[in-house]
């Protein structure tokens, strides 16, 4: 069973350029969500998708964005790159959030996504 | 607010030591915890979740245990191996209408042979 897979693994962009990188989720994976992670940070929350609809957002400025695609694949973007955007981005799939009480809506995640703005 | 806090930050032992890590959270109303394990430059793996109901739950050499009186969470690893160097990362989901996960930022452990 082929994992989260998410492309780019490297980039490098200078300031004030976007980015998208994508993401394809374990098959039968319906649901994407995306973290930010810059060293000695924790993992900072992004958006979730679910059936295509964003269903929480985290709090990062109107740059970032996201969506998914009827086959599940997500891709997240980031306009006017500036320094501090400069991290890892995760992304995690998962099986519906409702069957999260009996324990199967465990993350799986990627091996990410590093971006590097000049 | 809700809330999760990890200690220590950082914590170096000597390779066939045990060590404990610590989890404190504030998160209301409670629905499960994760303990996760990341290594450099990866996507963090799960080690453990567990429910209200459950206060312990091994998987190897990984033990996490869960007090939901006094909403903290421990994980002890025994006998530790050199692999074992990652941060683990413990993270409590509410039951709330969209299920939000609460991440703490991590302990770094460092295995030295």
């Known amino acids: 069973k082929a994992g989260v897979t998410q492309t780019p693994r490297y980039l490098i962009k200078t300031r004030g350029q976007q980015v998208t990188l994508s993401c394809s989720p374990i098959?039968?994976?319906?649901?994407v969500s995306w973290y930010q992670q810059t060293p000695g940070q924790g993992l900072q929350f992004l958006f979730e998708?679910?059936?295509?609809?964003?269903?929480n957002k985290g709090n990062f400025p109107g740059r970032f964005s996201g969506r998914q695609f009827s086959n599940s694949r997500s891709e997240m973007n980031v306009s006017t790159l500036e320094l501090g955007d400069s991290a890892l981005y995760l992304c995690?799939?998962?099986?519906?959030?409702?069957?999260?009480?009996?324990?199967?809506?465990?993350?799986?995640f990627g091996a990410g996504s590093r971006l590097t703005v000049l | 607010k809700n809330q999760v806090e990890q200690s220590p930050q950082s914590l170096i032992i000597l390779e066939g030591k045990n060590c404990t890590l610590q989890?404190?959270?504030?998160?209301?109303?409670?629905?499960?915890l994760r303990w996760y394990k990341q290594d450099t430059g990866r996507g963090p793996v799960s080690l453990t979740i567990?429910?209200?109901s459950e206060n312990t739950k091994s998987n190897g050499r990984y033990t996490a245990t869960l007090d939901a009186d006094t909403k903290q969470s421990s994980l002890h690893i025994t006998a530790s191996q050199l692999s074992d160097s990652a941060s683990y990362i413990c993270?409590?989901?509410?039951?709330?209408?969209?299920?939000?996960?609460?991440w703490g930022a991590g302990t770094k452990l460092i295995i030295k042979p």
């Open positions: 998708y679910f059936s295509e609809t964003q269903r």
């Open positions: 993270v409590v989901s509410a039951m709330d209408s969209n299920y939000q996960l609460i």
């Open positions: 567990m429910t209200f």
């Open positions: 989890c404190n959270y504030t998160v209301s109303p409670f629905s499960n």
């Open positions: 098959s039968g994976h319906r649901s």
């Open positions: 995690a799939s998962s099986l519906p959030p409702g069957q999260v009480y009996s324990g199967a809506n465990v993350l799986t």
